[in-house]
């Protein structure tokens, strides 16, 4: 099932990347430390114009796929509209003043939830940001009904770029040109040698 999943997020993320028109040969799908994708030109092309923001989501049948325009970052999650979450779970997702309100609210939960992964996928951290520290009226976030599906988006200016090998090679060639004025590069040609 999980292979099918991925399978099929992935399908469906290159199908929005065709209707965008770049060019799927030159594109790969990388991961941060954190396990959150993001869009890369292979290495070797030698293509540095900046990538969408990307991310996929799945819930039974479904695969959702959200995509943003370079310089943002962006979540998708989406769950059974009609799922109900158990009153006893509501406390690993709030805290306060909003677990309160989930428990005299609990048809608001599955939203509340839906909203909290957009968010944790826009910040590129997943688990790693504690659903019950997210406030949401501090993230742009979209929540709308779709079919059966509970589908949240939020989205947010892109923090840093993960770094590419060829980014740590230009690195390191510059410090070596800063480490030894006698540095130099250059290429060497041939002509009419075959």
């Not at 709030?94 to 608001?108: C, H, P, T, V, Y």
Request: glycine letters at 6%.
């Amino acid at each position: 099932k999980r292979l099918a999943d991925h399978n099929s997020g992935r399908l469906l993320l290159e199908k929005c990347l065709d209707q965008w028109g770049l060019p799927l040969d030159s594109l790969e799908v990388l991961r941060t430390e954190h396990r959150a994708p993001y869009l890369s030109w292979i290495n070797g092309v030698w293509r540095n114009e900046p990538l969408p923001g990307i991310s996929i989501g799945h819930c039974q049948k479904w695969a959702v796929c959200a995509i943003i325009e370079p310089g943002y970052w962006i979540g998708i999650d989406a769950e059974q509209k009609e799922r109900e979450i158990q009153t006893n779970a509501f406390d690993m997702m709030a805290k306060g003043d909003e677990l309160n309100f989930l428990i005299e609210n609990s048809k608001m939960a599955i939203e509340t939830w839906t909203a909290k992964e957009a968010v944790q996928k826009s910040e590129k951290l997943g688990m790693h940001l504690n659903p019950r520290d997210i406030n949401l009226v501090e993230y742009n976030v979209e929540s709308f009904i779709h079919d059966d599906l509970m589908v949240s988006v939020s989205w947010r200016k892109a923090g840093s770029k993960p770094k590419t090998a060829e980014d740590d090679l230009l690195d390191a060639t510059a410090e070596a040109m800063k480490q030894n004025p006698e540095f130099t590069v250059g290429c060497k040609t041939v002509k009419n040698n075959l």
